[in-house]
């Protein structure tokens, strides 16, 4: 699986930025470690022990796939990604996992209150046998934006029912399947309101890419080597006929933030993010 377009939530130069990444790997700590005895890597479908080491322990960071194949004694590292290390809980009852990168990666579909939503796991190399199809689990859900922007207030949104004011709207939709930069998107120009497919532009749907108008609760600044980063605890949806709002931590940074200052309480921000949830740990 690729993340090229999830890097770039951070750097604006991604051939500097990765090599930046790769410096991080060394001061890194193991998350957790886990045997397979059969897993589908390239060549064959063999044993391994698969390490998840990340840096820096909180706030946005990056996580790193190390594998160890069992035959041949090789490691090498498998994928890195941009990870949030926490996020705000909730009860998902899971439907369905997808995964990809040879099972050690995953989008996993399921309902929260009565809708639908599609999360990447960071830490799905160390949790493959913790999601059951029909299980309810706790999920800590958060999303690192590809872009972020605060609304002006009095917009409104035109939708397939009239205007609707934006001012204090908590809506998560999917990304529209066209070819413009996810980026470059302001929430309500999806025309077709409330679809349930998503995209990657330059590949396939991606079914973790969502667009948002949230209105944020609390700003806390953080940083990841020297790079600014705000993390804004914002009220992503409405569920149940609005009688329970789902919180979530949304990451932004000055790549995310493009067209001005970061939201700060009060504030409604719109923008498009990658959705991810983790399992409390055992």
């Not at 470690?33 to 390490?51: C, E, I, S």
């Not at 069992?70 to 705000?88: E, I, V």
């Not at 667009?211 to 600044?221: G, L, T």
Request: glycine share 10%; net charge negative.
């Amino acid at each position: 699986m690729g993340h090229g377009n999830h890097w770039r939530c951070i750097f604006p130069d991604l051939t500097n930025g990765l090599a930046e990444v790769v410096g991080w790997f060394s001061q890194g700590a193991v998350l957790g470690q886990r045997d397979y005895t059969k897993l589908p890597l390239p060549g064959a479908d063999t044993g391994a022990t698969v390490a998840l080491i990340a840096w820096p322990r909180s706030g946005l960071r990056a996580n790193f796939v190390v594998v160890r194949d069992k035959r041949s004694g090789r490691a090498y590292l498998h994928t890195a990604f941009p990870a949030a290390s926490s996020g705000c809980r909730h009860k998902i009852r899971i439907d369905a996992v997808r995964e990809v990168s040879c099972g050690l990666e995953a989008r996993i579909s399921g309902v929260l209150g009565d809708a639908a939503v599609t999360f990447f796991d960071p830490l799905y190399s160390l949790n493959r046998d913790r999601y059951s199809p029909g299980a309810v689990v706790d999920v800590e859900l958060a999303g690192i934006a590809y872009s972020m922007k605060v609304v002006p207030g009095g917009t409104k949104l035109r939708t397939a029912v009239g205007d609707v004011s934006m001012d204090g709207a908590a809506a998560l939709m999917s990304v529209g399947n066209d070819a413009s930069d996810r980026r470059d998107r302001t929430f309500g120009d999806e025309k077709a309101f409330g679809v349930a497919y998503l995209e990657q532009t330059d590949t396939y749907p991606l079914p973790d890419d969502y667009q948002f108008c949230a209105p944020v609760k609390h700003v806390k600044e953080l940083e990841i080597a020297g790079i600014p980063v705000w993390k804004c605890r914002a009220i992503l949806m409405r569920v149940q006929d609005g009688r329970q709002e789902v919180e979530v931590d949304i990451y932004a940074t000055r790549e995310s933030l493009r067209d001005g200052a970061a939201p700060g309480p009060g504030d409604e921000a719109s923008g498009t993010l990658w959705l991810q949830g983790t399992l409390p740990p055992l």
